[in-house]
């Protein structure tokens, strides 16, 4: 053999060596890796087979298209963007802190108290429209002490979270402002009982505290994790003194059952029940209701909801007044529950309810919020571009017998 030749050889053996050294190297740190994941984190190629090839939000985009598309026509564009984007929020103010400088922070940072700006409002609502404005004046009037301010339309500014007082209690909750319209409606006067049904995370529980009206106020939720999420929320904004009055009792129980539990027991019924959330479900895989493994509970919704609002029907009494609300697009979850209440509370359990018109509100609020247009029943708060707050809907009904 060649002394060229020879001389290649070694060259290719040495280049050869090389390599392998080079994968030995790869291997260890490749294995040394696999070693500092945790077990349970590791992915094996073959699994990636069960992954959901069509993410949960995705499936509810394209359900929201093709239904919301049709019933909300030409406001589906941007709601559809809106929902897609961050959320604008409001803060509820809780008059049971310091609140004089809080309120002072909150204006010099440009928000309003958007309750108090949409009842003082000089034109807020068309002249042709002002008798409705001045019923729904009068309807606001008897919860001063409800305040959530907001940011003006199409700021984007966002709150701080609040700041404990020197009792510790915290001095605003952020929400979607959208969420308070319900307590509104609700219209408590003082010395009533009120009901909320489905309670938890809470944020409309603390709105009704702060009318400082009502004499009893039971909370219920059958999640004791959500339950456990609102106890915390109330110890961090109600003083201690509230809670050894036993004036607010929590209970844990399936809503359902509320008419059999406490029949014609409540002035006022506040009934918020569980929905798809379209906000959250265009947005979170977590918990995303239209997982395909969660597809029967999603279909089951509509007859739970109804079930719920006839337990308010039946809990509340002769003369009182029950609010149904969802933060859903969906008609088949808004008017059409409300309308199959009706029915089974009528012909079922022979108690009449009468359906309030909440009108008056709409105009007063038009000016911080969407509604959409032409509503049969009830109202319902569309997300959009420069007033990014909801979904939200509200019902009111009268108990008659």
């Not at 509820?92 to 010099?108: A, I, K, P, R």
């Not at 944020?203 to 009502?214: E, N, S, V, W």
Request: some cysteine.
């Amino acid at each position: 053999m060649s002394e060229v030749a020879v001389t290649g050889e070694r060259e290719a053996l040495r280049t050869n060596m090389a390599a392998l050294r080079g994968t030995q190297i790869l291997l260890r740190r490749t294995s040394l890796s696999c070693r500092l994941i945790p077990r349970r984190n590791r992915v094996k190629t073959k699994w990636a087979a069960t992954f959901p090839s069509f993410p949960a939000t995705s499936l509810a985009l394209q359900n929201f298209d093709m239904s919301y598309g049709e019933q909300l026509g030409a406001l589906w564009p941007s709601a559809r963007i809106s929902m897609l984007c961050e959320q604008k929020y409001g803060a509820l103010l809780n008059n049971f802190s310091e609140t004089t400088g809080q309120v002072s922070d909150l204006q010099m940072k440009g928000a309003q108290d958007f309750v108090l700006c949409g009842i003082s409002t000089p034109g807020s609502v068309p002249r042709s429209d002002r008798a409705e404005a001045d019923q729904a004046e009068d309807v606001l009037k008897f919860s001063p002490g409800i305040q959530c301010f907001v940011f003006p339309k199409s700021d984007t500014s966002r709150f701080r979270p609040a700041r404990p007082d020197s009792s510790g209690v915290l001095g605003y909750y952020l929400l979607d402002a959208a969420s308070i319209l319900p307590v509104l409606a609700l219209d408590v006067q003082e010395g009533h009982s009120v009901l909320d049904l489905c309670a938890a995370p809470g944020g409309k529980t603390l709105a009704l505290l702060q009318t400082h009206a009502i004499k009893k106020l039971t909370v219920n939720d059958l999640s004791d994790s959500r339950l456990k999420r609102l106890r915390r929320m109330l110890q961090d904004y109600i003083p201690r003194e509230i809670w050894s009055e036993n004036r607010v009792d929590i209970t844990s129980c399936d809503g359902r059952t509320w008419g059999e539990m406490g029949r014609s027991t409540f002035d006022r019924v506040l009934v918020d029940v569980p929905c798809t959330t379209d906000r959250h479900s265009v947005l979170e895989e977590e918990n995303n209701i239209f997982k395909r493994s969660r597809t029967k509970e999603r279909q089951r919704l509509p007859l739970l909801q109804t079930q719920l609002l006839v337990a308010g029907m039946e809990a509340a009494r002769p003369g009182g007044v029950v609010v149904y609300s969802t933060c859903t697009l969906s008609q088949l979850q808004n008017e059409c529950v409300v309308e199959q209440a009706l029915r089974v509370a009528q012909e079922e359990l022979d108690i009449g309810v009468q359906v309030e018109d909440v009108g008056p509100l709409s105009h007063i609020f038009s000016t911080t919020f969407c509604f959409a247009p032409d509503r049969r029943l009830g109202a319902l708060v569309v997300p959009h571009l420069t007033a990014n707050f909801g979904p939200t809907y509200f019902c009111k009904l009268q108990r008659v017998h």
